[in-house]
C-alpha cells in the first residue's frame, strides 16, 4: 500500500474507535483465549493440556463472529470457569496501543469533535479495560454492541446505532482492526474508514482488503 492521505481531523464531527486491536492492545484479549483459558481450562476440570487446547479452539471457532462469541457469561457456563478471573489473571497485558493514550489526551483539544468507543467488548470486559487503563474518561460515551444485541459486523447495529447517537455519515470517521466490521460501515455510508495495521503487538498481520491502514493514531493529530 502507498503513502496514505489521512482525513484532517478539523473535517471530521464524529469519531468512533473501536477499543479491541485499536486503542487497546489485542495481545491481551489474544494471549487469554488462544493461550491462557485452553491452559486453565485444563488445569482447572484435569484435562491433558492437547485436549483442553483443542476443545477450547474448537468451541471459540464455531461461535465466531456471532455476540457469543464475545460474552464472557457465555463462556463461562460454556467451559464451567469463571472466565473473569482468569481474564484478571492476565491483566498485566491490557495496555494502550503505541501512540494511542497520547491521540485521546490531544483529542481534548478538538472541541467540535464528538468521540465514541463502539465496542464488541462484553460490558465486564469493557469494565475491567476501564478498571486497568481508565480510557472511557477519555471519550465522550460509549456503545457496547452487547445491549443492542448485534455484533458491529452486523449492518443492522449501525442503524441502531444511528438512533442513539446523532451523527453525519459524511463526517463521520471509523477506526477498527476489524475489516468485517469496517466494511459494514462502508455498507452504512461512513465516509472516512481507517484499519488498524498491526493491532496485536506480538503478531504480524495479513491485511487483504482495501481499506487504509494506520498504526500510530497519533499521527491524524499532525494532518493540517
Ligand atoms: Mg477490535
Known sequence: MGIVNYPSLNDIETLLLDMDGTLLDLRFDNHFWVDHL???YGDIHGLEHELANSHVERQLRDAEGTLN????????????????????EVEHLIQYRPGTEKFLREL??????KIYIVTDAHP????????VTGLL?????????????LPKRDLRFWQALSEQIDFDPATTMMIDDSPAVLQQCRNFGIEHLL?????????????????????????????P
Open 38 to 40: 485452553p491452559v486453565r
Open 69 to 88: 462469541w464475545y460474552c464472557t457469561d457465555h463462556w463461562s457456563r460454556h467451559f464451567n470457569v469463571d472466565i473473569m478471573t482468569l481474564k484478571r
Open 108 to 113: 481534548d483539544s478538538y472541541d467540535h469533535l
Open 124 to 131: 465486564n470486559v469493557l469494565a475491567l479495560k476501564q478498571m
Open 137 to 149: 474518561d477519555q471519550v465522550h460515551d460509549h456503545h457496547c454492541s452487547h445491549h443492542y444485541g
Open 195 to 223: 484499519c488498524v495495521e498491526k493491532p496485536d503487538s506480538g503478531r504480524a498481520h495479513d491485511h487483504k482488503h482495501d481499506f487504509p491502514l494506520i498504526d500510530d493514531l497519533s499521527i491524524l493529530l499532525e494532518q
